[in-house]
């Protein structure tokens, strides 16, 4: 009888464990890519709840360490919003090894990047760096799952930091707060009804006591996914990983308590003046979850309607008509049902009402007739370019991998969703406008012109 060389190798691992929590057990190979001879997405799960994914990629002699958390926006709770996004702050401060400002330094004189970013699902932090310096990301990213410095200096200072990125990204940026107004007004039970960054006064209200819970219940072993793609090998990733994070111990992850967005059944329409010099329009119409059937179909329609300077809505709006200077649209890419928003910025003279008749005309076409063949293959064509585009550095594989892995759980799935995009039909996108862009069942939001910030700028130039 032959034995499995892998096997082999991870009992040899195991047997000289510290402790149950640092024994690895292995839950199978992905491949990753459409050929044969693709190589896998490796998936192991130490006895502490950890859990890391592997993809080898000798093409540089570069390698790349996201790590994932189960933690967005979603897990807050009113009164206490933007708490998840203050961690991807405080995660770059002070730990009980590492005084404030080492850590990066660190990564620089290696010769790393390194970055963070926070949504309304999840969590990440990354480097990419020389393969030869592994070892340096996986010391620092263990030290501060768990060796985080909570003090009241480190808490209070990145308060203000983050109040302050608040005030620049949407309380002094006009397409920023059009965005949470639209979010805040299409969602009124789900917690995408706030925004990532938080409400102000729940980010100046921030203790040490708030940010100790939050850490001590959602950084751990058991709510992470360690993703390394890279020019390192297999055995070696494990036992660094394995001697990094196998003494920490797992914690009670609470049940998820996110009450489902009811229907929404009526138009709900906002006006805000901001000092804009064109009129701004926002509209959202409520879509699927990422993991939803009808989302590639939803994606495509968007190519169609948006993608590029050949698309309906640029072709008629910005080209043709001359009533705006910008169009587009997202159907976002979250874990429960979200938005299919378009957006468009008026040209000088033009206003929101002639804007929203021009997307109604583009809507109304895609619900009324298919789509042209032509038109489709551009869509399809589009979408998998930019798709394996993203996967061509180790970075770009190693956060295509975790966002599947925590939204779909599913390493590999952007592969199967390329394979989905080209069965779509031309009826499945005529479906999906029918079930989704309802007029009756939207928000609107305009954003016009403050007449009194114009009056009090035309002063003091004067």
């Not at 969590?123 to 009241?152: G, Q």
């Not at 409520?286 to 590639?296: E, F, I, S, V």
């Not at 587009?328 to 910025?345: H, I, K, N």
């Not at 804007?355 to 399809?380: C, F, G, H, P, S």
Request: hydrophobic share 40%; with cysteine.
């Amino acid at each position: 009888m032959k034995l499995d060389p892998r096997a082999l190798a991870l009992a040899s691992l195991n047997a000289s464990a510290s402790s149950p929590n640092a024994k690895w057990s292995f839950d199978g190979a992905h491949p990753f890519g459409e050929a044969p001879s693709a190589a896998p997405v490796l998936r192991y799960r130490l006895g502490n709840g950890l859990t890391l994914l592997f993809l080898e990629d000798t093409s540089a002699p570069v390698v790349s360490y996201f790590t994932w958390y189960c933690v967005g926006s979603r897990h807050e709770r009113p009164g206490k919003t933007g708490l998840a996004h203050l961690f991807e702050h405080l995660m770059f401060n002070e730990t009980e090894t590492f005084k404030a400002g080492e850590f990066d330094r660190l990564l620089e004189e290696n010769g790393a990047e390194s970055n963070a970013a926070t949504w309304v699902d999840w969590t990440y932090y990354y480097e990419s760096l020389p393969a030869d310096r592994f070892s340096l990301a996986v010391k620092l990213e263990s030290e501060r799952m768990s060796k985080l410095v909570l003090r009241d200096p480190q808490v209070a200072s990145e308060k203000e930091v983050v109040a302050n990125e608040r005030r620049y990204r949407v309380d002094d940026d006009v397409e920023g707060a059009a965005n949470e107004v639209l979010y805040k007004t299409a969602f009124t039970k789900h917690p995408y009804h706030w925004p990532t960054i938080g409400w102000m006064p729940d980010i100046l209200g921030f203790t040490p006591a708030d940010c100790e819970r939050f850490y001590k219940t959602y950084y751990a072993p058991n709510n992470a996914v360690i993703v390394v793609v890279g020019d390192v090998r297999e055995e070696a990733v494990l036992r660094e990983v394995r001697d990094a994070y196998g003494a920490l111990s797992s914690s009670v992850i609470p049940p998820e308590d996110c009450e489902p967005e009811p229907p929404q059944r009526d138009v709900r329409e906002i006006e805000m003046k901001k000092p804009t010099a064109t009129e701004k329009l926002l509209v959202g119409y409520h879509g699927p979850a990422l993991g939803d059937a009808d989302h590639a179909a939803l994606t495509l329609l968007n190519e169609i309607m948006f993608g590029g300077r050949a698309s309906r809505a640029h072709r008629s709006m910005v080209i043709e008509k001359e009533m705006a200077s910008e169009v587009r649209g997202w159907v976002s890419t979250f874990q429960d049902p979200g938005l299919f928003e378009m957006y468009a910025t008026a040209r000088e003279g033009h206003q929101t009402r002639e804007l929203l008749l021009a997307l109604d005309r583009e809507v109304d076409r895609v619900r009324r007739d298919v789509v042209a063949d032509d038109e489709l293959v551009r869509a399809k064509a589009r979408l998998e370019l930019s798709t394996l585009q993203s996967l061509e550095s180790t970075s770009g594989k190693a956060e295509v991998i975790g966002f599947y892995e925590l939204l779909l759980g599913d390493p590999c799935a952007v592969f199967r969703r390329l394979d989905v995009y080209r069965r779509v039909t031309a009826s499945d996108v005529r479906k999906a406008a029918r079930r989704y862009l309802r007029d009756g069942a939207r928000t609107i939001v305009r954003v016009v012109p403050d007449e009194e910030d114009d009056d009090e700028m035309s002063e003091a130039a004067q």
